[in-house]
């Protein structure tokens, strides 16, 4: 597996992430220090693999802290929801926040060490990568996720108020046809943020098969641990 830039002075191979020619010195492209968020947003809506290319490019990976934060309180709800259908008893407000924090944390280690096998697995392929352009194409790659939770949360709560967020009783008891509307919606969004996972390792890899498989075997695995993600209070 190979994604190098070439240099333009002696034509070396240098990895994508490389701002000067480890040979020559020379300049490779235009130095990118911070992540504009609002601009790598827009792009990610338009030019997905530029805005991955920019997001490897960048110095620093500003934001992604607060983002994987953003994507935890999603994951929080959406394990909520894979609770409901498992039949479990539903949340009680009384341990909400402790649940809520519970789940950003999960969402913080799932992230890291999905970052971290495809960085090891990347370079058993002879890719040469690093662990923090990898997280880093995770995090964005919840984009839609991070907009659903801005976007459609207060649609939530209008629509169903605090049931939404505890399932007691489900919102698809309370008011049916608004509610499988909502997740239809929900798993639409869902299957954009993981193209947008696999556009992002394509970006990494140029190999359209591996990005597809790498992509979904993280979500798979994600998806997994929250279904079977035990919630507060603990049944004997």
Known sequence: MKNVQLCPNCNAENPIYKYSCTQCKAFLRTRIVNI???????????????AFRKIIEAEHKNYIIFLNSIIGIKLFLLTIILNSFREMNSVRTDYFFTNLFIVIGVSYILLVIAAYCV???????????????????????????????????????????AYWFTYNPPPYIVKPIPAYV???????????SLLLLILGNYTQTKNKIYSFFTGLWIYILIGFILYYLPLLPLEP
Do not use: C
Not at 38 to 44: A, P
Not at 182 to 192: A, K, P, R, S, T
């Open 119 to 161: 960085t090891k697995l990347n370079q058993l392929f002879g890719l040469e990568n690093r662990f923090r352009d990898n997280y880093s194409i995770l995090v964005y790659s919840f984009l839609p996720l991070m907009m659903s939770l801005v976007i459609l949360s207060p649609v939530h709560y209008a629509l169903f108020g």
């Open 182 to 192: 909502l997740l239809f919606i929900e798993g639409l969004l869902l299957v954009w």
């Open 36 to 50: 504009d968020l609002w601009h790598t947003i827009s792009s990610l809506l338009e030019s997905p693999v530029i």
